[in-house]
């Protein structure tokens, strides 16, 4: 079960990519159509917050792409991880409350218009995020004697 967790994390970024290569061929495919008909039901995909590549706006908006880019380093971080140790769950908890505060104070700032935030900095600031909840997910899905919670 936690490769199939891992392959799964790491792959939607590759579908993602893809799909964006897809889309720049006309015409495109019905998987990469497929793609970004599932990406739109999890992003808004506004153009004016997107990537574009070629001319073709990429399947997911700039925040998402760094989601989904640390979510998949999160998940192969975390499946190495459980090789050489076990993991303190407690710790593993405020990584995630942490990073997505960080995350949620970014949008804020954003959303009230505090400053001109960049794509970058949209892309930047959910990477972490991904990551941690990703490697949590991932540790989740462990046997429970694996994931050492008596551990500190």
């Not at 792959?11 to 970004?36: E, I, K, N």
């Not at 995630?96 to 954003?110: Q, R």
């Not at 935030?117 to 540790?139: D, E, F, K, L």
């Amino acid at each position: 079960m936690p490769a199939l967790v891992v392959t799964a994390i790491v792959l939607w970024p590759v579908a993602l990519g893809a799909a964006l290569v897809d889309r720049m061929h006309v015409p495109s495919t019905l998987a990469g159509s497929l793609v970004y008909a599932a990406a739109s039901r999890v992003c808004h995909q506004r153009p004016d917050r997107s990537y574009a590549s070629g001319g073709v706006g990429w399947p997911v908006c700039t925040r998402c792409t760094g989601i989904y880019a640390g979510a998949a380093v999160g998940a192969l971080l975390a499946a190495g991880a459980r090789r050489r140790r076990a993991v303190d769950l407690r710790k593993l908890r405020g990584l995630v409350v942490a990073t997505v505060a960080v995350a949620g104070v970014a949008w804020f700032v954003e959303w009230v218009d505090l400053v001109a935030v960049t794509a970058s900095w949209r892309t930047v600031s959910a990477v972490p995020a991904g990551a941690a909840v990703a490697a949590a997910v991932v540790i989740m899905a462990w046997p429970a004697a694996g994931r050492g919670e008596s551990i500190g």
